[in-house]
């Protein structure tokens, strides 16, 4: 559907708006078009340099089969779920807790501690990669499905805690003191109060760093080394050989791979666009 002109716009910002976005979707989704096309063509279009141009056949059912069949695609997948859900489950807990306690309790430490959460977001994570290696062998961690799901809570919890605290500071501090009044416990206002009011929040929360965790490919690298601990996305490089590369196969993996994080994102996709304009038109 072409864009209708915005009402009260310039012309010029009517025209850019028509070329623009279309320009923008387009060159948004030729990657990802390019890779499900690779992903049904067969071996002998890979090997001609036919990767552009329109299939010979579609080997939709055969590719995606051997997938699974010659690889250990099944086990990659379920190696990210026993490391994602756990992660994601642990970061967003604590950093509501922690966000719940910097955004409503005042304490000396209040600014510093929000200004630790804001600074580590700014640390290139790639300069901590040989000591948190060292580290996880040290603590028998690595090559471990609970070492991933320890540092993906660790390195997270930051943005996440940033993101929860933001959210919660915006809630009436009348409604906590009341409870307070009534003689509610502080963990039964957070549970009870706070949290069904941040629901919003925690799916958009959740559907990003499930996002982030999923597609991580520098930890998986880094402190995984065996099938049966590689996530799926560190797995797809085992899809391609020592002398010849299956582009066929890896894109087949790319895209159930992908899979899983666009389902979440549509199953909650009211609740994420809820959780990311909560609070957008308060003054």
Known sequence: MYPTPIKHASPLTNILYRISLPITILLWLMPLAAVMMTSIRSIQDINQGNYWGWPTSFNFIENYNMVFQSTE?????????????????????????????????????????????????FVPFQILMIPVR???????LYDTHMGLIMFHVAFQTGFCTLFMRNFIVGLPN?????????????????????????RPALAALSV?????????YFWALVLVQSDTVRPVTAGLSSLQGQWLASW????????????PPVALFFAMQRHFIAGLTLGATKG
Do not use: C, H
């Open 174 to 198: 009348e409604l906590l003191e009341s409870a307070r009044v009534d003689g509610v416990s502080e963990f039964k206002i957070f549970w009870y109060i706070v949290l069904p009011l941040v």
């Open 248 to 259: 066929n196969l890896i894109s087949a993996g790319a895209v159930v791979a992908a899979l």
């Open 208 to 216: 990003l760093i499930f996002t982030f965790i999923w597609n991580d």
């Open 134 to 140: 060292d580290l996880t062998i040290s603590l028998g």
């Open 73 to 121: 695609m099944g086990q990659y997948l379920l190696n990210s779920m026993i490391i994602t859900l756990p992660a994601v489950l642990g970061a967003v807990a604590l950093s509501t807790l922690a966000g719940f306690a910097l955004a409503k309790y005042k304490f000396k430490a209040n600014i510093w501690m929000l200004a630790i959460f804001i600074g580590g977001n």
